[in-house]
């Protein structure tokens, strides 16, 4: 089988081409030409001596995830379905706005996490996503956006905020983010790619020590009752040990603060009192707050909680001197905005449960 070239950062292409007897720089020079140029084709790969082009050719391979979908919003955010085998697909989305382009990545075909108010959520969990398969969704957006061959990147930010939960598979994802911040790679700068979590502690501690990138976190409660309502993870991991865990990162972060992420839902967690509690809690951690109008999808049991509520709730934070901003939502006729992306995920657990339920 020939190796997949796109899973490598510079560490993992220095080790193939060593192991294949080969310079350093030549790693060097073949990240440039998949990761900047978006080749694929080791022929067209013109500063490398024939030989070395025909014998890549006969190892190696350049293997993006195969693209199945591309629809374009009225707002111009744009979403890709990408084949991910077994009938699973995951989805991507670029956002255009007029001072920067947003891609946001996905990192697992369904997701684990099983938060109340999220369609991926509800679509139970495959697998994780290879490296090849999370950095393959950046390479094809960029070609796809026409930002390769040394023309002005369409993309200037990457926000780890699609499909899944990216620290528990961070394995797969270091290298991909490594790649994103590699100057032979996308250039990318720390503070422009962004990992969102549900907040998984120990795995806040490993990004921390291993690629800090800037960090939001899925907050959507003010206290824990609540917050396990939502989402469930916090009876593993409750507030004061994520505050304690982003209070660590914070002191490697390349921003010096952490994003809070809030799902504004009606009548669940959007009244003044919800703002005033969480205003206070906020008080031990350096943070802005991003507060999201919730998306609905068929059969969520959510609703959206209306425009005066979302002011109201910004307006408490910001007078306790906590910077909010409420996200515009994009993408949403498409089924593109934060929470909607469903993509195709055969649920393997749900299965086996069923299996074994029938069998019992
Ligand atoms: N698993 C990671 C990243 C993926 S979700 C995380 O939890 O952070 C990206 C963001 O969209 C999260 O803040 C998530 O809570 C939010 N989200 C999920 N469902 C949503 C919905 N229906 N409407 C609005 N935001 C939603």
């Given at each position: 089988?020939?190796?997949?070239?796109?899973?490598?950062?510079?560490?993992?292409m220095?080790?193939f081409?060593?192991a294949?007897?080969?310079?350093?720089?030549?790693a060097?020079?073949?990240?440039?030409w998949?990761h900047?140029?978006?080749?694929s084709e080791?022929?067209?790969m013109?500063?490398?001596?024939r030989g070395?082009?025909?014998?890549?050719?006969?190892?190696?391979?350049?293997i993006?995830?195969?693209?199945v979908?591309d629809?374009?919003?009225?707002?111009?955010?744009?979403?890709?379905?990408?084949d991910?085998?077994?009938?699973n697909?995951?989805?991507t989305v670029f956002?255009?706005?007029?001072?920067?382009?947003?891609?946001?990545?996905?990192?697992?075909?369904?997701?684990?996490?099983?938060?109340?108010?999220?369609?991926t959520?509800?679509?139970g969990f495959?697998r994780?996503?290879?490296?090849?398969?999370?950095?393959?969704q950046?390479w094809?957006?960029n070609?796809?956006?026409?930002?390769v061959?040394g023309?002005?990147?369409?993309i200037s930010n990457?926000?780890l905020m699609?499909?899944?939960?990216p620290?528990?598979?961070?394995?797969?994802?270091?290298?991909?983010?490594?790649l994103?911040?590699?100057?032979n790679?996308?250039?990318?700068s720390?503070?422009?790619?962004?990992v969102?979590?549900?907040?998984?502690?120990?795995?806040?501690?490993?990004?921390?020590?291993?690629?800090?990138?800037?960090?939001?976190?899925?907050?959507?409660?003010?206290?824990?009752?609540l917050?396990?309502?939502l989402?469930?993870?916090?009876?593993k991991?409750?507030l004061?040990?994520?505050?304690?865990?982003?209070?660590?990162?914070?002191?490697?972060?390349?921003?010096?603060?952490?994003?809070f992420?809030?799902?504004?839902?009606?009548?669940?967690n959007?009244?003044e009192s919800?703002?005033?509690?969480?205003?206070?809690?906020?008080?031990?951690?350096?943070?802005?707050?991003n507060?999201?109008?919730?998306?609905p999808?068929?059969?969520s049991?959510?609703?959206?909680?209306?425009?005066?509520?979302?002011r109201?709730?910004a307006d408490?934070?910001?007078?306790?001197?906590?910077?909010t901003?409420t996200?515009?939502?994009?993408?949403e006729d498409?089924?593109a905005?934060?929470g909607?992306?469903?993509g195709?995920v055969?649920?393997?657990?749900?299965?086996?449960?069923?299996?074994a339920?029938?069998?019992?």
């Amino acid at each position: 089988m020939k190796t997949n070239l796109l899973a490598f950062d510079a560490a993992g292409m220095g080790a193939f081409f060593a192991a294949i007897g080969e310079k350093p720089f030549r790693a060097r020079q073949v990240l440039r030409w998949v990761h900047r140029a978006g080749e694929s084709e080791f022929a067209r790969m013109s500063d490398l001596a024939r030989g070395l082009r025909e014998r890549l050719a006969a190892t190696a391979e350049v293997i993006p995830p195969r693209m199945v979908g591309d629809t374009t919003a009225a707002d111009g955010t744009r979403k890709w379905l990408l084949d991910v085998g077994a009938a699973n697909a995951v989805e991507t989305v670029f956002i255009p706005e007029t001072e920067r382009g947003t891609l946001c990545v996905s990192t697992q075909a369904g997701c684990t996490m099983a938060c109340r108010f999220c369609s991926t959520g509800r679509q139970g969990f495959n697998r994780n996503l290879s490296t090849a398969e999370i950095v393959g969704q950046l390479w094809w957006a960029n070609r796809a956006l026409g930002a390769v061959h040394g023309t002005d990147r369409a993309i200037s930010n990457v926000v780890l905020m699609g499909m899944g939960e990216p620290l528990l598979n961070l394995d797969n994802l270091l290298p991909a983010l490594r790649l994103m911040l590699d100057d032979n790679g996308y250039g990318l700068s720390r503070r422009r790619v962004t990992v969102s979590t549900v907040g998984i502690v120990p795995m806040m501690d490993r990004l921390r020590e291993e690629c800090p990138v800037a960090l939001a976190v899925s907050l959507h409660a003010p206290n824990d009752a609540l917050r396990s309502r939502l989402v469930p993870i916090n009876e593993k991991y409750p507030l004061a040990a994520l505050f304690a865990a982003c209070r660590r990162y914070l002191a490697r972060a390349p921003r010096d603060f952490v994003t809070f992420e809030y799902v504004m839902l009606d009548g669940v967690n959007d009244a003044e009192s919800h703002a005033r509690e969480l205003a206070r809690r906020l008080a031990e951690v350096p943070c802005k707050v991003n507060l999201i109008p919730f998306n609905p999808f068929p059969a969520s049991g959510f609703a959206r909680s209306p425009r005066a509520a979302v002011r109201r709730f910004a307006d408490i934070l910001l007078a306790a001197g906590i910077v909010t901003t409420t996200r515009k939502t994009r993408g949403e006729d498409i089924d593109a905005a934060c929470g909607q992306l469903a993509g195709r995920v055969h649920d393997r657990a749900r299965r086996a449960a069923r299996v074994a339920g029938a069998a019992a």
